[in-house]
């Protein structure tokens, strides 16, 4: 949490006649649970280049299975064509 803002949150607290050191552990707890808990754009950006690169595999993945099933399935109609 960015300082401007701890210290307005401090400031409202201290408004409702909420002490220095208890606003101030609020803060303290809230800047605590947001860093473990939210993330961060950067940590946005990781995991979608995480996630387009398992896509990529993926997609190259299937195009050799298609290729390899359609090898066999015309393989199977020459062969066919051929006995009868």
Do not use: Y
């Not at 939210?38 to 996630?51: E, F």
């Amino acid at each position: 949490m960015q300082a401007a803002t701890a210290l307005s949150i401090i400031e409202a607290f201290e408004a409702v006649n909420i002490p220095h050191d208890k606003a101030r552990a609020v803060v303290e707890a809230l800047e605590k649970e947001m860093f473990d808990q939210l993330a961060t754009k950067t940590d946005l950006a990781l995991m979608q280049a995480s996630i387009n690169a398992k896509f990529d595999v993926l997609s190259r993945d299937l195009t050799i299975r298609l290729g390899v099933m359609l090898t066999v399935a015309v393989g199977v109609v020459a062969t066919l064509v051929q006995l009868f």
